[in-house]
Every structure is written in structure tokens, then in C-alpha cells.
């Protein structure tokens, strides 16, 4: 699940990489 989880953020990181910056990071750190 936390690979899948990890997909999705990197997948999102090359859709939206604002996103990535302003929160997605701290879930992912967190996770």
C-alpha cells in the first residue's frame, strides 16, 4: 500500500508539482 501511495505522490508530483510542494511532501514524509 505504501508503494502504491508513493506512485500516486510521484504521479502527482508530474501533474502538480505545486501541490507536490505545499503539502503532498509533508504527507509523504509523514507516511
Do not use: C, N, Q
Not at 500500500?1 to 505545486?18: D, G, K, N, Q, S
Amino acid at each position: 500500500m505504501v508503494t502504491i501511495l508513493a506512485e500516486e505522490r510521484l504521479a502527482l508530483t508530474v501533474y502538480r508539482p505545486e501541490a507536490f510542494v505545499k503539502g503532498d511532501f509533508v504527507l509523504t514524509s509523514g507516511a
